[in-house]
């Protein structure tokens, strides 16, 4: 499976530049080792895995399927699904005013690459032979045509943004990994129930603006990424922040980070590239436990 370096300005990859090494743990002839035997492997033959490239639109559409496919999963063994609510889409590489989306009714925990449906600008299904949530066409919609470097989008009622949400507020820098959001989501401040209009998807997408998340005042959490690893790996560490600072507070007084090391942490880990990286492990795990995602 090729793979290519993505451009980016994080600082992940200064343990990759030439001449970095890491000790190998190869045994000399005689089958022993010592201390002095160790010789370092040049950082060049180190895997390191990245963002795959692409021969043809065919290849780069299956494989935005499957990633969807697998989100969807572990966003159910995360607990994120809320009956009928919650959606994940991915823009079509070629026609890039359609994306695909999990069907309305369906499970996360039993969709399958055949299930997909593929959606139009209009909202309606063109492949597929399932209907479409409507709310996911409303919010996703405004979201994809707001934001070409959105190729994905996820939305679902998960426990923690949820009651995050209820309190109207941004997340705050209390942890290293809450500073990926940091000065980087915005906040729908408005509630007028279920998203069924266009309209107000477009008002969430203003909300959102260029950040990578937006907290919905007493709805939840929406995040976007360059890929679908990275708009996945967002909501679940979003999710997690979330938990973590309603028990903090909960607790007792916090600390917050200071505006100058929020900032350094946010350029550190707040990427999409980290993001896609972060996700690896994740998608690893779901297809090694539930292959039959792949049918």
Same mark, same amino acid.
């Given at each position: 499976?090729? /793979?290519?370096?993505?451009?980016?300005?994080?600082?992940?990859?200064?343990? $990759? %530049?030439?001449?970095?090494?890491?000790?190998? $743990?190869? =045994?000399?002839?005689?089958?022993?080792?010592?201390? @002095?035997? &160790?010789?370092?492997?040049? %950082? #060049?033959? &180190?895997?390191?895995?990245?963002?795959?490239?692409?021969?043809?639109?065919?290849?780069?559409?299956?494989?935005?399927?499957?990633?969807?496919?697998?989100? =969807?999963?572990?966003?159910?063994?995360?607990?994120?699904?809320? !009956?009928?609510?919650?959606?994940?889409?991915?823009?079509?590489?070629?026609?890039?005013?359609? *994306?695909?989306?999990?069907?309305? !009714?369906?499970? /996360?925990?039993?969709?399958?690459?055949? +299930?997909?449906?593929?959606?139009?600008?209009?909202?309606?299904?063109?492949?597929?032979?399932?209907?479409?949530?409507?709310?996911?066409?409303?919010?996703?919609?405004?979201?994809?045509?707001?934001?070409? #470097?959105?190729?994905?989008?996820?939305? @679902?009622?998960?426990?923690?943004?949820?009651?995050? @949400?209820?309190?109207?507020?941004?997340?705050?820098?209390?942890?290293?990994?809450?500073? %990926? *959001?940091?000065? +980087?989501?915005?906040?729908?401040?408005?509630?007028? !129930?279920?998203? =069924?209009?266009?309209?107000?998807?477009?008002?969430? %997408?203003?909300?959102?603006?260029?950040?990578?998340?937006?907290?919905?005042?007493?709805? !939840? &959490?929406?995040?976007?990424? #360059?890929?679908? #690893?990275?708009?996945?790996?967002?909501?679940?560490?979003?999710?997690?922040?979330?938990?973590?600072? $309603?028990?903090?507070?909960?607790?007792?007084?916090?600390?917050?980070?200071?505006?100058?090391?929020?900032? $350094?942490?946010?350029?550190?880990?707040?990427?999409?590239?980290?993001?896609?990286?972060?996700?690896?492990?994740?998608? +690893?795990?779901?297809?090694?436990?539930?292959?039959?995602? *792949? +049918?």
């Amino acid at each position: 499976m090729p /793979f290519s370096r993505a451009s980016s300005g994080s600082d992940i990859f200064k343990a $990759l %530049a030439p001449g970095a090494c890491v000790p190998a $743990l190869s =045994l000399p002839p005689g089958g022993t080792m010592s201390l @002095s035997d &160790l010789q370092p492997v040049p %950082a #060049d033959q &180190l895997v390191f895995r990245l963002p795959q490239t692409f021969e043809t639109v065919e290849e780069e559409r299956r494989h935005r399927r499957e990633r969807l496919v697998a989100a =969807l999963r572990l966003f159910g063994r995360f607990g994120f699904e809320e !009956g009928v609510a919650g959606h994940i889409t991915v823009r079509d590489p070629e026609h890039t005013d359609h *994306f695909w989306v999990n069907p309305f !009714g369906m499970s /996360f925990k039993q969709i399958k690459v055949s +299930d997909l449906i593929l959606v139009n600008h209009d909202g309606q299904v063109v492949e597929g032979r399932y209907h479409v949530n409507q709310a996911a066409f409303a919010i996703h919609a405004m979201i994809h045509q707001a934001r070409p #470097d959105a190729v994905a989008a996820a939305h @679902s009622h998960s426990v923690y943004g949820k009651a995050l @949400s209820s309190m109207g507020t941004l997340l705050e820098p209390l942890t290293q990994d809450a500073c %990926a *959001f940091y000065e +980087d989501h915005g906040l729908f401040d408005d509630y007028t !129930g279920v998203v =069924l209009e266009t309209e107000e998807g477009r008002r969430i %997408a203003q909300a959102l603006g260029s950040h990578k998340a937006v907290i919905l005042r007493n709805h !939840g &959490l929406l995040t976007v990424g #360059d890929s679908v #690893d990275a708009a996945a790996w967002w909501f679940i560490t979003m999710e997690r922040s979330c938990q973590a600072q $309603l028990l903090a507070k909960a607790a007792g007084p916090t600390v917050q980070i200071s505006h100058e090391n929020a900032k $350094l942490t946010h350029g550190q880990i707040g990427n999409d590239l980290v993001g896609w990286i972060n996700f690896q492990p994740l998608h +690893d795990q779901i297809i090694a436990a539930e292959p039959d995602l *792949f +049918d």
